[in-house]
């Protein structure tokens, strides 16, 4: 990647990626503060002050802390960057939040261009890659509020990168203890880390023996790329300051078997979350990744299976090609993994939203291939159309549909009335609450509003609104209406059949034909 930057006329070849990234950049500056609170911020947050407080007072409650395992490699900046300007009003400080965790967000989708440009040596399909990361409508609005699934998403393609990047240097000790600092940080992230740096020694490993590299280097990179995560990984987690092998241990128990014992809805069914069927993921992934991405990504799998099982001696016969063939162990290697040592999944497949650039730079590959075949006929405007299109019907789903994106299915499922509220979790993480109540705010003057809600986003999100907004409004958890002006219901709970006789539904909010959340007034 290095050509990209030593060049003047590199910047000026490139100017559509940063046009792009300014003009989301600026959208996400008027937009960002739409989105409502997700169910586990509050959580995310009081894990980055225990340990703040473990690093500054010797406070050992995190050593009891129920979270303890959760990685801080986010946290603590942020709960830095909060004590620093002296942020101290809820809003304020969620707002914050929202925003830097979206321009991270922006920023890696010029890293997942400057990676597929490197591959490819195709302007436009590096444009594609970075399209297809920002116009994922689930992973663009989480991009506001998830602190823990896309910043892991985020650093792992830092990661891809780097390592495309490392493997091209002439001395490569200092690039890879670079990608150990990055390892570090990863694993800190989640756990499942670990997988990108097993993949990386065996990458080392096997280039011995098929590019005939120096055993001594090679393993000499290992120690040197290997004490580098370590290290970053140590000094970055606090829980792992006493006790370092034991509490990676108990990490790695902890997050493979999650703890939470809750019901999923899927396919219309309620299913432990501990006794998933295999194909959870797949189901996930397949029904809301829009339709072109998936015909891209399924066409660069066969693609580049094809490629390898015809000539397998060619597994290193060029960097790009040992990298595809990491995004391709990186994306089933992992998906195989969940099911292997049956991880605890919830929520649709945010938890392995780190899978899809992978998956991206692999419909890349497939739309390169593609591309350049329907170039030599008279069909060769086709593929750029279909693309287009794409990209355009999304735009239109994430104006129409703002600021709730994240509950985006394609066209593979039906879109009969509340036939995804029925057989999928829908607004499962409660952001809607912040729409609901601005509604009632808007609609109803008084001074003091009582409103009860399902459940606990509901409560949260107040914490969103500003003081004033806070001070109207009165809000408790009740799946009832007594003594109360207002309820509010995301349909977080399957059975969520709701019959008030002194009340009425003065508004529900609907996307793709399925009811997001309800209000109901009193008579």
Avoid at 392 to 397: D, G, N, V, Y
Avoid at 447 to 474: C, E, F, H, M, Y
Wanted: proline share 3%.
């Amino acid at each position: 990647m290095k050509t990209i930057f030593c060049s003047v006329n590199h910047w000026f070849y490139h100017w559509p990626a940063y046009f792009i990234f300014i003009i989301a950049l600026v959208i996400g500056s008027f937009i960002y503060k739409d989105y409502g609170l997700s169910w586990d911020e509050q959580q995310q947050r009081g894990v980055g002050y225990v340990s703040l407080n473990y690093i500054t007072d010797n406070d050992r409650t995190l050593f009891s802390f129920e979270d303890r395992d959760y990685g801080v490699a986010l946290e603590l900046p942020l709960i830095a960057l909060e004590k620093y300007f002296r942020l101290e009003d809820s809003k304020n400080i969620y707002l914050t939040r929202h925003y830097i965790l979206h321009v991270l967000f922006l920023l890696c989708s010029l890293s997942i261009y400057y990676l597929s440009y490197s591959l490819f040596k195709s302007r436009w399909i590096a444009l594609f890659s970075m399209l297809a990361l920002l116009l994922h409508p689930r992973i663009y609005a989480h991009s506001f509020f998830n602190s823990k699934d896309i910043p892991f998403m985020n650093i792992y393609l830092v990661c891809f990168s780097t390592i495309f990047w490392a493997d091209k240097q002439t001395k490569k000790i200092i690039p890879y203890m670079l990608l150990g600092l990055l390892t570090g940080l990863l694993i800190n992230l989640r756990i499942m880390g670990l997988m990108f740096f097993m993949s990386v020694v065996a990458y080392l490993l096997l280039a011995i023996v098929y590019k005939k590299q120096s055993i001594k280097e090679n393993l000499k990179i290992i120690i040197f790329f290997s004490l580098s995560t370590a290290i970053t990984l140590y000094f970055s987690f606090p829980y792992l300051w006493e006790e370092p092998l034991t509490n990676l241990i108990t990490i790695f128990n902890n997050m493979s078997q999650f703890r939470w014992n809750g019901n999923v809805l899927l396919a219309g069914n309620l299913v432990p979350a501990s006794a998933l069927p295999w194909y959870y993921f797949s189901l996930w992934f397949i029904t809301t990744t829009p339709l072109l991405f998936l015909l891209l990504g399924g066409a660069g799998i066969i693609l580049l299976a094809y490629k390898q099982l015809k000539t397998p001696q060619n597994l290193f016969s060029s960097a790009t090609n040992y990298h595809l063939l990491l995004y391709l162990f990186t994306f089933f290697a992992s998906a195989i993994a969940v099911v292997i040592f049956k991880s605890v999944l919830y929520n649709g497949w945010r938890q392995l939203f780190f899978l899809y650039p992978a998956f991206v730079l692999l419909a890349s590959y497939g739309l390169f291939h593609i591309n350049s075949y329907m170039q030599k006929n008279q069909f060769k405007l086709i593929i750029p159309a279909a693309v287009l299109t794409q990209f355009i019907l999304i735009a239109l789903f994430y104006i129409f549909n703002h600021p709730l994106q994240h509950l985006y299915f394609n066209e593979l499922l039906s879109k009969k009335p509340n036939q995804l509220l029925k057989e999928y979790e829908y607004d499962y993480w409660g952001t809607s609450y912040k729409s609901a109540l601005e509604l009632i705010l808007k609609m109803d003057e008084r001074k003091l509003i009582k409103v009860n809600v399902a459940n606990w986003p509901g409560l949260l999100n107040t914490q969103i609104l500003d003081k004033s907004s806070q001070d109207r409004l009165s809000v408790e958890i009740k799946n009832n209406i007594d003594n109360a002006d207002y309820f509010i219901t995301n349909y977080g709970d399957p059975s969520y059949h709701y019959d008030f006789k002194n009340a009425k539904i003065i508004y529900t909010h609907i996307i793709q034909n399925s009811s997001v959340f309800s209000i109901w007034k009193t008579n």
